[in-house]
């Protein structure tokens, strides 16, 4: 059983491209949307959330997980898998695992040509972090990595606020980006902005490039279950959708996405 997780509806974005990856496997998503987003938390509230997000998935039977959120996984990942999942581990014995969404990311970006400016749109807790300029300036020192947080988007995506004003934040945000620089691709670095990647699409210069999440982290899940038999591969192809609680106004939008209704139960 995998799962996956994240602040709220934006992890769908991803759940539906490792579920078109592995049609085979059991899948369980969760949204913590009574707490999202988790952009405008403190680093440690991330943290605390979610632990008790990786608790319910591992009592639904999930020996790994996925963090398909950018917040979880530039503020609480490497901690989690350095210091919480070995204690975990010695408790109970059993082997769980959790990895997250900016490798997989990263990995995808660094492949655009020499002396190029990659733009991330982020939650402003995201871009404090530094975690993409770091890890790309890693692999890639040649590029540069420019930020814009964008720290209303994602709470009005939850909310399900009109088409319109959704538009009016990210023309904002693409334009205070292009009023300083000039990207060759574009990473939306929150699971919650390929919902209106059409929006941003929209503002942003024709035709320039934008990476892929969902499908780059499906790659990189395919690749890292190859590598680790351990998981067992065997299942029926379930599916399990939990909320913490959300607003209903955002269905619509989430089911358009998603392409029928989603059976959300409570976490």
């Not at 995998?2 to 579920?19: C, K, N």
Request: glycine share 10%.
């Amino acid at each position: 059983m995998i799962g996956v997780f994240d602040s709220g509806f934006g992890g769908l974005t991803v759940h539906r491209a490792l579920v078109e990856a592995l049609p085979e496997r059991d899948f369980v998503y969760l949204g913590d949307n009574r707490n999202a987003p988790y952009g405008v938390q403190p680093p440690i509230a991330v943290l605390n959330l979610t632990c008790a997000a990786l608790e319910r998935l591992f009592a639904e039977g999930c020996t790994l997980a996925v963090l398909a959120c950018n917040t979880a996984s530039t503020v609480a990942l490497r901690w989690i898998q350095q210091q919480w999942l070995p204690v975990r581990r010695l408790e109970d014995g059993i082997p769980r695992n959790v990895i997250g969404i900016v490798a997989p990311t990263v990995e995808a970006a660094t492949g655009i040509g020499q002396g190029s400016t990659v733009a991330v749109f982020a939650t402003r807790r995201t871009v404090e972090s530094g975690c993409y300029p770091i890890e790309i300036g890693k692999r890639r020192p040649d590029l540069t990595v420019v930020q814009q947080a964008c720290p209303d988007l994602a709470g009005s995506i939850e909310r399900g606020v009109p088409c319109e004003e959704l538009r009016a934040l990210v023309d904002r945000y693409v334009g205070e980006l292009l009023s300083s620089a000039t990207p060759e691709c574009v990473i939306l670095g929150c699971t919650h902005f390929p919902l209106v990647a059409d929006l941003f699409a929209a503002a942003l210069p024709p035709g320039l490039p934008m990476i892929h999440q969902p499908d780059a982290t499906a790659r990189a899940l395919k690749s890292y279950l190859g590598r680790h038999p351990e998981y067992d591969g065997s299942g029926a192809g379930r599916r399990t959708f939990l909320s913490t609680g959300f607003s209903a106004e955002a269905l619509p939008l989430i089911e358009k996405f998603w392409g029928n209704e989603i059976p959300f139960g409570e976490a």
